[in-house]
């Protein structure tokens, strides 16, 4: 668990169209020293929170990389943190991570505000909720304030409903983010105003009972992942002759090249892996049940971080 050091912020009249002074430059944050915080942001008239893990060793000159790493429905961003196991890659390669939390209250966690799309179970949206695009935009621009950060090494992963909220971003704040890794819930949204070709890394299970690989779920999840990597594909401009690997483990990479501006899209299908984060912390038994079965085939930490290092957000 981070240390909890609460910061308080306003910020109601932040735009998430703030221009980033220049995509090579760090944040102003590099003039103060880099710590450990649950951070508390109030965006639009809601109260925001988000754990920020800071890696060992980090000093307040040199600008680090930022991930944000979304939890799935009806968890929260501790359950993320947990999950997903990305504190131990923080530190070994040295980026910021920060954890999100949504805010419709579902159990004992919350789901994401995915424009026009249903909740679990096709629930509408409540009336009034926050729009998390916002937030989550918002948040970068408060953490480039208080931390040292690239701003061209800004990128955004998330799990199931996250992953679904991560493919939103990498529409509509493209500027923002250099590049997405969706887990278990790769979408491609329409419409989708990119302003440039945005580089996806997507990990799926081909035995997800939550969201299947080929589709045919809830009234969110209509069509396959392979189809929404294609329309990826279309989106960036690349070459629509994909390049299929088979890889250790039961793992198939299937690969989109010679895309616009050196962005690329990549898929992992995990054979046999439910609805989980590959390579992740090992699951009680009691949740596998639920989420199906669990691989260590290959470490989605590890091939995202690879894959963000080699497309920072062009100047």
């Not at 939890?71 to 131990?88: K, P, V, W």
């Not at 424009?115 to 926050?130: D, F, M, Q, T, Y």
Request: contains cysteine.
């Amino acid at each position: 668990m981070v240390a909890g050091l609460v910061v308080c912020l306003t910020l109601t009249g932040l735009s998430t169209a703030a221009s980033v002074a220049s995509a090579a430059t760090s944040s102003q944050g590099c003039a103060s020293p880099g710590t450990s915080a649950t951070l508390t942001v109030e965006v639009k008239g809601f109260a925001r929170t988000a754990i920020v893990h800071v890696p060992r060793g980090s000093t307040d000159s040199t600008p680090l990389a930022l991930v944000l790493n979304l939890h799935g429905s009806g968890a929260t961003a501790l359950d993320q943190e947990l999950f997903s196991g990305m504190n131990r890659t923080s530190n070994e390669d040295d980026f910021i991570v920060a954890y999100p939390q949504g805010l419709i209250a579902d159990g004992s966690g919350y789901d994401w505000n995915v424009p026009n799309e249903p909740l679990i179970g096709g629930r509408a949206v409540p009336k009034g909720s926050a729009n998390d695009i916002t937030f989550l935009a918002t948040l970068v621009k408060v953490l480039e304030s208080k931390y040292c950060i690239n701003q061209s090494e800004v990128y955004a992963t998330g799990f199931s409903g996250g992953a679904r909220e991560v493919s939103q971003l990498a529409c509509d704040e493209s500027h923002l983010f250099a590049a997405v890794a969706p887990i278990s819930g790769l979408r491609r949204p329409k419409p989708c105003p990119t302003s440039r070709a945005v580089p996806v890394i997507a990990f799926h299970g081909s035995a997800d009972p939550v969201d299947p690989f080929m589709g045919n779920g809830q009234t969110y999840w209509t069509y396959s992942v392979p189809t929404a990597e294609k329309d990826w594909a279309r989106q960036d401009d690349c070459s629509l002759k994909p390049v299929t690997s088979r890889l250790s483990g039961g793992v198939t990479l299937t690969s989109y090249s010679h895309c616009a501006n050196g962005s690329a899209v990549q898929l992992y299908e995990v054979t046999g892996e439910g609805h989980e984060w590959p390579g992740g912390p090992v699951m009680p038994s009691s949740l596998t049940a639920e989420l199906g079965p669990q691989a260590n085939a290959i470490d989605a930490n590890a091939e995202m971080w690879a894959f963000f290092k080699a497309h920072p957000l062009a100047g």
